[in-house]
């Protein structure tokens, strides 16, 4: 009799374990209930790593070469000398509402001279004047980028800085824009 009950407990057992694997109550899905109240705010995490010194949205040119041609007007007369810079970047937006410098090397990149335009030193006067896609420079002198044929050091070398009017303006930077080692470094430039 006891093989009996065994038998008999093991298939009320399984017979159970069946029904109740079988047997759901799946209905259609209820209404959304209301939503629970905001948990706590977790801890901060780690802070990243220090990123790269960086000139977000700031455009600046390799240091270039620049010819002057001469003015001449109807009696053949050299009466200045103008150079255009190629700037492609320079967009009707930035000539508008953005910043733009343009800085001349007097020496070579060995031991730079760098100066801001517009530059008024003694006789000699340049100007540069803005406009989509380029940048028109006028002195009373050719300050034609010159190389040394001795050791092919170049001197004059020119190099612009485009700042779109959405970036740091001049203004809302502690910058002299006028010291260029100050611009250098401000905005991490690459000789």
Known sequence: ?????????????????????????EGPEGPQGPAGAAGQQGAPGPAGPKGDAGTANVIYSNWLDVVYEPNVNDDD?????????????????????GEIKVYLNLNN??????????????GII????????????????????????????KYFQYRYILIPGGANTLEAVDVDWNDYKAVKAYLNLKD
């Open 1 to 25: 009799m006891r093989r009996m009950s065994l038998k008999f407990y093991f298939g009320l057992l399984l017979s159970l374990s069946i029904a109740a694997v079988s047997c759901s109550k």
């Open 77 to 97: 007369d050299t009466t200045g000398w103008s150079a255009v810079i190629i700037a492609d970047k320079l967009t009707a937006d930035i000539v508008n509402s």
């Open 109 to 122: 990149s060995d031991a730079p001279i760098v100066v801001p335009l517009p530059f008024f030193n003694g």
């Open 126 to 153: 340049i100007n540069p004047t803005f406009a989509t896609g380029g940048i028109l420079l006028d002195s009373n002198e050719d300050i034609s980028t010159l190389q040394d044929p001795s050791d092919g050091k």
